[in-house]
T-cell receptor, first 112, second 115 residues
Framework: GENVEQHPSTLSVQEGDSAVIKCTYS??????FPWYKQELGKGPQLIIDIRSNVGEKKDQRIAVTLNKTAKHFSLHITETQPEDSAVYFC???????????WGAGTKLIIKP | DAGVIQSPRHEVTEMGQEVTLRCKPI?????LFWYRQTMMRGLELLIYFNNNVPIDDSGMPEDRFSAKMPNASFSTLKIQPSEPRDSAVYFCASSKQGAVNQPQHFGDGTRLSIL
């Protein structure tokens, strides 16, 4: 079945620097790739998503890139701020299958 | 608009007791998902519904777990009898139906502790 691997498990960056989180997926039929941010005591919240017909998508300081050939996608956060500290999850799903296969999560720590 | 609403936010009970978790999805959403989150296993999909009908319950760990969706605005996840290993955060999420996958919107979860 589909598998999603996420790296690193923990990422510590200086405030103002960029952060990159990477995920790989196993099923080439996957065509939807959302990223979620989870703050302490809260549920995961969608921050950006990308579909397989697009290679890159940006939303202010956040961007996601997708390499279908290599079957990996990445989250890029520029000019990191303290409020970016959270756990980030990648996920993947196929076609009309609404199930998401989740990565294990990355704890992002922004150092002041 | 109100998001996904879960209750209770915290539940502490003794093993053997029945536990009922509740979820109100976003109005107009056709899909409802129940997840369990633990440090060891991450986010696990337990069951999901489409238009109130259970579609896939293969993630439900044991017969002690059951879920219902009697109408479009309410779902329950029940554990009977509860065990300490059921301690986790349980999330409900909902999404619209569309030609392509739509984002899932999560509630803030129920933190369940079984003593």
């Amino acid at each position: 079945g589909e598998n999603v691997e996420q790296h690193p498990s923990t990422l510590s960056v200086q405030e103002g620097d960029s952060a990159v989180i990477k995920c790989t997926y196993s099923d080439s039929a996957s065509n939807y790739f959302p990223w979620y941010k989870q703050e302490l005591g809260k549920g995961p919240q969608l921050i950006i998503d990308i579909r397989s017909n697009v290679g890159e998508k940006k939303d202010q300081r956040i961007a996601v890139t997708l390499n279908k050939t290599a079957k990996h996608f990445s989250l890029h956060i520029t000019e990191t701020q303290p409020e970016d500290s959270a756990v980030y999850f990648c996920a993947a799903s196929m076609g009309s299958n609404y199930q998401l296969i989740w990565g294990a999560g990355t704890k992002l720590i922004i150092k002041p | 608009d109100a998001g996904v609403i879960q209750s209770p936010r915290h539940e502490v009970t003794e093993m053997g007791q029945e536990v009922t978790l509740r979820c109100k999805p976003i109005s107009g959403h056709d899909y409802l998902f129940w997840y369990r989150q633990t440090m060891m296993r991450g986010l696990e999909l337990l069951i999901y519904f489409n238009n109130n009908v259970p579609i896939d319950d293969s993630g439900m760990p044991e017969d002690r777990f059951s879920a219902k969706m009697p109408n479009a605005s309410f779902s329950t996840l029940k554990i009977q009898p509860s065990e300490p290993r059921d301690s986790a955060v349980y999330f409900c999420a909902s999404s619209k139906q569309g030609a392509v996958n739509q984002p899932q919107h999560f509630g803030d979860g129920t933190r369940l502790s079984i003593l």
